[in-house]
């Protein structure tokens, strides 16, 4: 089992940047596939990008060239930079983990876009 706890998000300005950051705990994380999910006010939680346990990337097409993830198995940790921000990016961002049949969820953190 893997805890999940997301730090990094706030207020930024249209064109803005953020890093997100997750902290896993556990054990086995560089056999975990791991992601970001968002949610945005009345909609449902669409994935964001996607790190496979052998460091392939995945990104939604809205983030696409915008977003990176990264992760460090060494820290346990995966990151999410996010740039050119757009206020429809707003949305609380999840970190998530998934170890064959198994999701593990943060609590989330949330992005703000000001226009």
């Not at 997100?20 to 968002?38: E, I, K, N, V």
């Not at 940790?77 to 999840?94: F, G, I, R």
Request: net charge positive; charged share 15%.
């Amino acid at each position: 089992q893997v805890q999940l706890v997301e730090s990094g998000g706030g207020l930024v300005q249209h064109g803005g940047s953020l890093r997100l950051s997750c902290a896993a705990s556990g054990s086995s994380f560089s056999l975990y596939t791991m992601g970001w999910y968002r949610q945005a006010p009345g909609k449902q939680r669409e994935l964001v990008a996607r790190i496979s346990s052998g460091g392939k990337r995945t990104y939604a097409g809205s983030v696409k060239g915008r977003f990176t993830g990264y992760r460090d198995n060494a820290k346990n940790a995966v990151l999410l930079q996010v740039n050119s921000l757009h206020p429809e990016d707003k949305a609380v961002y999840y970190c998530y983990a998934r170890l064959q049949a198994n999701d593990y969820w943060g609590k989330g953190t949330l992005v703000t876009v000001s226009s």
